[in-house]
């Protein structure tokens, strides 16, 4: 009979090992016992190999259904969290099935999207799935599979003391032939739940890190392998324990930066997403921009490449909150490259939004002008349906206004032409209509001056 929680499938060929094992050690304990004198030092070596052996034939046999080693179970049967055969199937609002444990975790998270569609979750109620539940009874009566309602966790995450396991079997594998680390890389990769135990476990993220680390003085890593741990590095960063674990770790930003210049786009992607995550704490915006990222993260910028684009510009929005990271992000070129990107209409709301947190910085203020700035927002303002487009606009060009009067000319048109800037003070934002006023308030005084001189 099964034990409770576990799948346990009869191999025979298994079972016989098992009972030659058991002897094996019987006979070494018993060597061990009766010796009175000194007892040899191989003995005792030999019981502890023994022992071991006897305990991953247990380990394999017991998670032979778990990892395919003996019959292969239906993926509809498996979670898509945690590659596992469900106990408890339960629907989340989207429609996807997933095991009530692993999903529970995900929400525990702070993750309010569906992991596989990653759609919004309309809301967080779980339905048993009877359906599935029925189907894979009867799956596992048919191969003679008792499986149980319950499952032994090893605390309230839905992780197992055989989860742990495997979890730290895989990082060994990290530090092995390229065939093994390209196959434990994959599966940490998609088992999110191994999250937890990147936190309890010694040089965890070093030992995921090894392949790329090793990389750069050996030989080229291998696109597939490095997409698969920067991957795993996201998968771990979103949660908010783990964020200053990975930051402190000496490689992880130096290789996040190789990724961005050199991994394949989803690598890139994933990368720029990585540092976008990371830096939801103060703390590691500081070391994000100290080691540099800002400047690789504005190099993939202006590449252009609309896949990457949109991870790249939520970090470097991210980054730029502390006024360390503007000051780092005016230097490395972010105002040329954002300013292009928004003149060929390329995620215009997106980088204006930099573009307008950067505009505090007196620097920033000054290469507005000279790259032409002020007939680009103009122009946007009069062609935008958005409000926050417009608003950032506005603003943008009141720093402008403040600093260098020789746009007002410009801007004065520009209101003689189409009223765009009293349109927007009418019509806009509570923020924008404020911008706006001061604007029209600076171009009148400036106006009547004139005719007063």
Same mark, same amino acid.
């Given at each position: ?19 030659e ?18 007892v ?11 022992l071991l052996?006897?305990k991953?034939l ?20 498996r ?46 109620n779980?339905t048993p ?38 979890f730290?079997a895989?990082?060994?594998k990290?530090?092995?032939?390229l ?13 999110l739940?191994f999250?937890?135990?990147?936190g ?16 750069n003085?050996?030989? *080229?890593? @291998? +696109?597939?392998?490095?997409? /698969? #741990? ?5 998968n &771990?960063? !979103?949660?908010?324990? $783990? %964020? ?15 990724a961005?210049r050199?991994?394949?786009?989803e ?7 990585t540092?976008?995550?990371?830096s ?22 202006? *590449?252009? @490449? +609309?896949?990457?684009?949109? /991870? #790249?510009a939520?970090?470097?929005f991210? &980054?730029? !909150?502390?006024?360390? $990271? %503007? ?17 060929n209409?390329?995620?215009v709301?997106?980088l ?5 947190m ?12 000279e ?5 680009c ?6 062609e ?17 206004? &403040? ?5 007002? %000319?410009?801007?004065?048109?520009e ?5 765009t ?7 806009g934002t ?14 009148s ?7 007063t001189?």
């Amino acid at each position: 009979m099964a034990k409770p929680g576990i799948l346990e499938v009869s191999d025979p060929s298994t079972v016989a090992k098992a009972n030659e094992l058991k002897k094996e050690l019987q006979r070494l304990i018993i060597a061990i016992v009766e010796d009175d004198d000194e007892v040899l030092v191989q003995t005792i070596d030999r019981a502890r190999e023994t022992l071991l052996d006897l305990k991953n034939l247990k380990l394999k046999r017991s998670l032979s259904l778990k990892f395919g080693n003996s019959i292969s179970c239906p993926d509809e049967f498996r979670c898509p969290l945690s590659k596992e055969l469900m106990k408890d199937p339960v629907i989340v609002s989207t429609g996807q099935t997933y095991d009530r444990p692993f999903i529970q975790k995900w929400l525990k998270a702070g993750n309010r999207t569906c992991p596989q569609t990653l759609q919004v979750l309309s809301h967080t109620n779980l339905t048993p799935n009877h359906l599935i539940r029925g189907m894979i009874l009867k799956w596992c009566k048919n191969q003679g599979i008792e499986l149980s309602t319950s499952v032994v966790y090893i605390n309230d995450e839905g992780l197992t003391e055989a989860d742990r396991d495997h979890f730290l079997a895989l990082l060994e594998k990290m530090s092995s032939s390229l065939s093994e680390q390209k196959e434990a890389a994959k599966e940490l990769r998609e088992c999110l739940h191994f999250g937890l135990f990147f936190g309890e476990t010694r040089d965890a993220i070093p030992q995921l890190l090894t392949p790329l680390s090793q990389s750069n003085s050996n030989r *080229e890593v @291998h +696109p597939e392998l490095q997409e /698969d #741990v920067i991957t795993t590095l996201l998968n &771990l960063s !979103i949660h908010d324990n $783990n %964020k200053k674990l990975v930051v402190e770790t000496p490689l992880v930003i130096p290789l996040l930066m190789d990724a961005l210049r050199s991994g394949t786009i989803e690598t890139r992607s994933n990368a720029a997403a990585t540092l976008f995550t990371l830096s939801a704490l103060d703390s590691n915006k500081d070391l994000i921009g100290k080691a540099g990222a800002l400047k690789t993260l504005i190099d993939l910028l202006e *590449e252009g @490449h +609309p896949l990457a684009m949109k /991870d #790249v510009a939520s970090a470097i929005f991210n &980054l730029c !909150i502390i006024h360390e $990271n %503007k000051a780092r992000a005016v230097r490395d070129g972010a105002v040329r490259v954002i300013l292009n990107k928004i003149v060929n209409r390329m995620l215009v709301d997106e980088l204006l939004a930099i573009l307008a947190m950067l505009s505090g910085h007196q620097k920033a203020v000054k290469e507005l002008g000279e790259l032409g700035a002020v007939p680009c927002l103009l122009s946007l303002i009069r062609e935008s349906s958005c409000a926050r487009i417009k608003e950032n606009c506005i603003a943008i060009l009141y720093t402008i206004c &403040l600093n260098d009067r020789t746009k007002w %000319k410009e801007l004065r048109e520009e209101e003689k032409a189409y009223g765009t800037i009293s349109q927007l003070a009418q019509n806009g934002t509570s923020r924008a209509k404020r911008k706006a006023s001061g604007i029209l308030e600076r171009l009148s005084r400036a106006i009547n001056l004139t005719h007063t001189a």
